[in-house]
């Protein structure tokens, strides 16, 4: 019976170890070595800075070359793409049917003018004779109307020549300005008409203009940069980047605000004015306008990298007696790879850097290194 009482004993006490064991094991897991995270000290510092904004290249003159008069296109005398210099001949209308209609109004005036002439003598003479009571007054007044009738005649004649003569130089199309023209709509005997036919655009290269909207919260700052534009102060305040992340060389200023801000975005356009000696900038181009947005005050800056993104929040992770806490953060503009932080922070704090992703909230952390303090 002893022998008995003293087995179960045994097993009793092997369970208790066994069970004892199991719960160290389950201890260890619940509690893992802390991650070794790199660190940043948030400084303070002056934000310079680029606000960038969606911009379109156009030209500062551009206009539609059109007929203003129906006809066959006779002659092409420019070469597509090129510069032309106002008054160059662009395009030949057959003048033809123009050049008839203006002789024939020509004729007609001549005879409009040969008529006056006549109805002149006669009013002299009746006038004359009027004066000897040699004829009636009532053809006297006959004279004097006809001679009105051909003086308005005369006057109707050199219209109609004027017209006709308008008709016929427009037969004629030239450059309205100096600029590029671009491809030809027309090929040579095509018919055209005013109004609906459009034979090229020609616009201006050098200057050439951006434009660009921006809130209207900004039209205050904006204005005052156009002020130190007609104050001829002179910088790179204005830039553009290209499509292939190049920035134009040479910087631009500002040539004009909208009259009124659009009720449906809430933005004002806005538009600047570059050199384009070189034409590397084309009308309908795309680009980024980047101004500069330079301010003495101090602000919190922080690496980029370190900031956490969720659901269009931002956070980070603060590192507080060996425990990192997350904290929602409102971020200003990106400086180069860092990024001021407007509230969420507090100077000397310390953030994680690195392996934020791997992280929780109460997560336990050794610091392996502080950039700041490495610099």
């Known amino acids: 019976m002893k022998c008995k009482i003293y087995n179960m004993w045994l097993v009793m006490t092997g369970i208790t170890a066994l069970v004892s064991c ?3 094991n389950s201890a260890q897991q619940q509690a893992p070595p ?3 995270v790199n660190v940043y000290t948030v400084q303070e510092g002056s934000a310079v800075f680029d606000d960038i904004y969606p911009g379109t290249i156009t030209a500062l003159n551009q206009v539609d070359v059109r007929p203003q008069v129906s006809g066959y296109i006779t002659g092409i005398y420019f070469t597509e793409g090129q510069l032309v210099h106002k008054g160059d001949k662009l395009y030949t209308i057959d003048p033809q049917q123009y050049r008839g209609a203006y002789e024939q109004a020509v004729a007609s005036l001549n005879v409009a003018e040969a008529n006056l002439a006549k109805s002149q003598q006669d009013a002299d003479r ?9 004829i009636a007054k ?3 007044d006959h004279a004097m109307a006809d001679l009105d009738a051909s003086r308005k005649q005369v006057d109707a004649a050199k219209a109609n020549v004027q017209a006709v003569q308008a008709n016929l130089k427009y037969t004629t199309i030239t450059a309205p300005f100096t600029g590029t023209i671009g491809i030809s709509a027309v090929k040579l005997g095509a018919a055209v008409s005013p109004g609906q036919t459009i034979l090229n ?3 201006s290269d050098n200057p050439i203009c ?14 005052q940069l156009q002020q130190q534009k007609i104050n001829d102060i002179r910088d790179s305040t204005f830039t553009i980047s290209l499509t292939d992340q190049s920035v134009y060389p040479y910087p631009g200023h500002i040539f004009l605000i909208d009259r009124a801000v659009d009720p449906q975005t809430g933005t004002i356009k806005t538009r600047l004015v570059f050199p384009n000696d070189k034409n590397f900038l084309r009308a309908g181009m795309t680009c980024n306008v980047r101004v500069k947005n330079s301010t003495a005050e101090k602000t919190l800056l922080i690496p980029y990298k370190a900031v956490m993104e969720q659901m269009g929040e931002y956070f980070v992770f603060v590192v507080n007696e060996g425990k990192v806490t997350q904290h929602k953060v409102t971020l200003g503009p990106r400086v180069r790879g860092k990024v001021a932080v407007k509230e969420g922070l507090e100077l000397n704090q310390q953030i994680v850097t690195d392996g934020v992703q791997k992280l929780k909230d109460g997560a336990a952390v050794a610091i392996a290194t502080d950039s700041t303090k490495k610099k």
């Open 22 to 24: 199991g719960s160290g």
């Open 126 to 134: 009746y006038q004359e004779l009027s004066k000897q009571d040699a």
């Open 34 to 36: 802390p991650t070794a």
């Open 138 to 140: 009532q053809v006297l």
């Open 210 to 223: 951006v434009d660009f909207s921006v809130d209207q919260k900004q039209i205050p700052r904006i204005v």
């Open 201 to 203: 655009t020609i616009s």
